[in-house]
């Protein structure tokens, strides 16, 4: 089994090309779109401009990201970002990046999570976890990040996760942002490009379903005397 999945971590260009080549299962859906969230400091835009630097080829600094000893957000509001696909156009999807959650009245609360998803919680968005930073989690990790999932301290901080928030195992992805690098390093985007494929193959699960729900309902009607 970590054979396989270090042996994955080699095959970088299908997934591309597969996020590139994505087809909406909705119809009516144009863009997919994700709502990055969490504490100050965990990451957030650093994973919108790994993720763009990725595609561009290059370095890229789109979401503009705090430094590690800065204690507020420097995302001051509800942003979209959409990600080019490195040949002139855009991918098909939108990554909106929030303030920062924080106590006071320094960064994002709660409620305005809320209002970000107005209308949408009672759908059940599908969620997932980016557990960051686990180059400085793990110094085995750090050394070689192909040992990712070797490691022991990742996998109980993966369950940690997964018993405080509810969220399967199979939906924790660990990941290393781009922070003080200034070349890419094919380990790292395997990494980031494994968690995106997936959310965006939960997302587009998600308005299939919607999808089919509404075209059920528009039947029923139209079928009812």
């Known amino acids: 089994m970590v054979q396989n999945i270090l042996l994955n971590l080699y ?3 299908p997934i591309i090309n597969e996020v590139r080549d994505l087809k909406i299962f909705n119809p009516e859906v144009k863009l997919l779109r994700i709502l ?14 790994s993720i763009d630097s990725i595609f561009q080829g290059r370095m890229a600094q789109g979401a503009l ?3 590690s000893t800065y204690d507020g957000s420097f995302t001051t509001m509800f942003y979209p970002h ?14 909106n990046d929030i303030m920062g959650l924080e106590d ?3 960064g994002a609360h709660v409620d305005d999570l809320k209002m970000a998803l107005e209308g949408h919680l009672k759908e059940g968005i599908p ?6 930073k686990v180059d400085t989690a793990c110094p085995e990790v750090c050394k070689d990040l192909r040992l990712i999932y070797r490691s022991k301290k990742i996998k109980e ?19 290393k942002n781009y922070d003080h690098e200034i070349d890419l390093d094919d380990n790292v985007d395997k990494l980031l490009l494994s968690a995106l494929k997936n959310i965006l193959n939960f997302a587009n699960d998600h308005v299939a379903e919607h999808h089919d729900k509404n075209k059920k309902k528009e039947q029923e009607k139209t079928s009812s005397p």
């Open 11 to 13: 095959r970088k260009t």
């Open 36 to 49: 990055i969230h969490g504490p100050v400091g965990t990451g957030k835009s650093s994973f919108i401009n």
């Open 65 to 67: 990201a705090e430094a």
């Open 82 to 95: 959409k990600v080019k696909d490195g040949k002139g156009g855009f991918l098909p999807f939108v990554i």
């Open 104 to 106: 006071g009245s320094g």
């Open 127 to 132: 969620q997932v976890i980016l557990l960051t």
């Open 157 to 175: 901080k993966m369950q940690e996760c997964s018993n405080k928030l509810g969220v399967p195992m199979n939906c924790i992805f660990p990941v």
